[in-house]
């Protein structure tokens, strides 16, 4: 067998002899070696880039650092705007994800698109650009409907956020060494009996390795319900264990919030349940089960650090200030990887916000690096948003847990300004995005979205606190922001874009979508996909994000597609007007 060929061949299913790093290494040189004797394409710049997770990584920083091509001068020229379009079926409610293949042949990178229908897709984008290489169906004819779900006991219909139909929501991850993509699927069968499954594919053939259904007792009293429990957080992948956040559709009861971990199917315990953590537990003074606390985050996953902690921020629940410590509703949480509590921060007014619906599971953690505070210590920093247009700042060492006069914490930084309707739940400044990371040319910054009225923000660092006032603003007028993404060449000027979509006209469902590109030194706008009207983008994919692989910007819609954008083809303006929208499109 040619030595080229043994690099390629199929990888082992067993942990214990997955590809490691050295084995990748030479399958790269040996592709580059080889690859014209055997008549194959050289190297594409997307071999060097794989987003296997929410926002690119298990810090959550949001920002992908190997971006050579798009920089600010061409992203801000005419040569920039849509070069495709992906069939799909379905809402694309998960976060794209993105691998490259060297042991393929022929070698392949590789972008897999999971929607609401319970349909899951793997495009090509080297061999034939857009060609569908498989689909994968995790449940279609029997997909969870919105219809069903949001309605409660009685008979009363609540605001369907999730609709027309509940699926694949929250983004997968992937175990790249095996080959293998994790999800979670939602299906109904007559008589409104509903069940989420765990499913486990070969992402190279879109074939199934091992599904199990998701069930389990709740601390306190009861079984875990489907017909209440929404998966919409994404899962995390932390060694040999898959972790599963939930939350609720629309608040109706009874819901809880849990974190629970299966072991991968590569493990001696292939898809076995083997820890769960729940946010609220039973109060035996009054004899009641306290419940809430959902970890929905906006999509957004739990931040894993260097040490394999594991962190999640909760929503609004019926416990109390009495009950902090034991219940964890409205708190940020750091758990180890049996789900264990190993420390938390409930804020001294969770009363309020518990009463009021402000949530803090509306944006999800993110670390950015460790930072040295004014007298030279090292601190470890957790950031994230929340419905009352805070960010918090915390020390992962000591999250601050729960004192009823006060907040021990770093920092508690008002990025939006607060409105006086508590019952409307301050909307103008809620922060449902995940805060994104950029150690940039100027230093390291956070931004910071809001998903109504006030746009996005950039704060730089002093010691280990944001700066109160912003280096960097840009406003929208009822423009919601839900998720964003960061391009860049390293720290290199002139290489940062931000990236988000937004809607000018809705913040749900079948609202027209505009992707937006920014100078992330200025904050400056570069880009429209509205200026032209060849670009337009579709409906609005609230609480999703583009990502950006190789000089592309993928971007997910509820329009049945998703949408490429990038160079246009030959680099020639005319044909950028003129530009082919299908899969197959020439110049690509």
């Known amino acids: 067998m040619p030595i080229c060929s043994i690099f390629r061949a199929r990888a082992p299913r067993s942990k214990a002899h997955a590809p490691s790093k050295c084995l990748y290494f030479l399958g790269a040189i040996c592709f580059l070696i080889c690859g014209a004797e055997e008549g194959q394409a050289q190297h594409p710049p997307c071999f060097d880039a794989n987003v296997v997770t929410h926002h690119y990584n298990q810090q959550r920083t949001g920002a992908t650092l190997n971006e050579t091509s798009l920089n600010q001068t061409l992203v801000s020229s005419p040569r920039f705007g849509k070069v495709a379009e992906f069939p799909v079926r379905g809402r694309i409610y998960a976060q794209p994800l993105f ?27 080297i061999n034939g650009f857009g060609k569908l290489i498989w689909t994968y169906d995790a449940g279609s004819q029997n997909v969870a409907t919105a219809a069903r779900v949001y309605l409660d006991a009685d008979g009363t219909k609540h605001s369907q956020d999730i609709t027309p139909t509940i699926g694949i929501i929250g983004t997968p991850v992937i175990d790249l060494p095996h080959f293998t993509m994790y999800f979670v699927a939602m299906t109904e069968e007559p008589g409104d009996v509903f069940e989420h499954t765990l499913h486990a594919i070969d992402i190279r053939t879109g074939t199934l390795r091992k599904k199990t259904s998701i069930v389990g007792n709740i601390r306190g009293g009861g079984q875990f319900h489907s017909h209440r429990e929404n998966q919409r957080a994404a899962l995390a992948l932390v060694d040999d264990r898959v972790y599963i956040p939930w939350a609720s559709f629309a608040d109706i009861p009874p819901t809880d919030g849990l974190v629970m971990s299966y072991m991968v199917v590569d493990s001696t315990k292939p898809l076995q349940k083997v820890a769960q953590f729940q946010v609220a ?107 009352a247009g805070f960010v918090y700042v915390l020390n992962r060492d000591n999250l601050g847990k729960f004192h009823e006069h006060e907040n021990n914490i770093i920092q508690q930084l008002q990025v939006f300004p607060p409105a006086d309707d508590l019952p409307h739940q301050m909307e103008p400044t809620h922060i449902h995005a995940t805060p994104i990371f950029w150690k940039g040319p100027d230093g390291p910054r956070v931004y910071v979205a809001s998903d109504y009225n006030l746009g996005v923000r950039a704060f730089q660092f002093d010691h280990e606190k944001l700066a109160p006032s912003p280096v960097a603003t840009n406003f929208f007028p009822r423009a919601p922001i839900s998720q964003m993404s960061l391009s860049s060449h390293g720290d290199e000027r002139g290489t940062g874009v931000l990236w988000f979509i937004s809607s000018p006209t809705g913040t749900v469902a079948s609202y027209p979508g505009v992707l937006y590109a920014f100078n992330a030194e200025t904050l400056d706008m570069l880009y429209s996909s509205e200026t032209n009207p060849f670009d337009r983008l579709g409906d609005y994919a609230r609480f999703n994000a583009p990502i950006v692989v190789a000089g592309l910007v993928y971007v997910p819609t509820f329009s049945n597609k998703l949408v490429v954008y990038g160079p246009c083809p030959g680099g020639d303006p005319v044909q950028c007007r003129l530009r082919c929208i299908t899969p197959g499109c020439a110049g690509l």
């Not at 042949?105 to 897709?121: F, H, K, S």
């Open 99 to 125: 691998f490259s293949s060297l042991f393929s042949d022929p070698p392949r990178c590789v972008l897999i698109v999971a929607t609401a229908e319970n349909l899951v897709y793997a495009f090509d984008v």
């Open 281 to 387: 537990s039973f109060d035996p003074l009054f004899g009641k089960r306290h419940k809430g606390g959902g970890i929905w985050q906006s999509g957004g996953g739990p931040a894993v650090d260097e040490k394999e902690f594991l962190y999640v921020v909760t929503g609004n629940g019926d416990s109390d200030n009495a009950h902090a410590g034991q219940d964890f509703d409205s708190s940020t949480v750091k758990l180890d990887t049996g789900l264990h509590v190993i420390d938390y921060y409930t804020p001294s007014y969770q009363n309020v916000l518990n009463a009021n619906d402000l949530d803090l599971s509306v944006a999800g953690p993110m670390i950015p690096e460790n930072r040295f505070d004014a007298d030279g210590h090292l601190v470890k920093l957790l950031l994230h948003g929340s419905k």
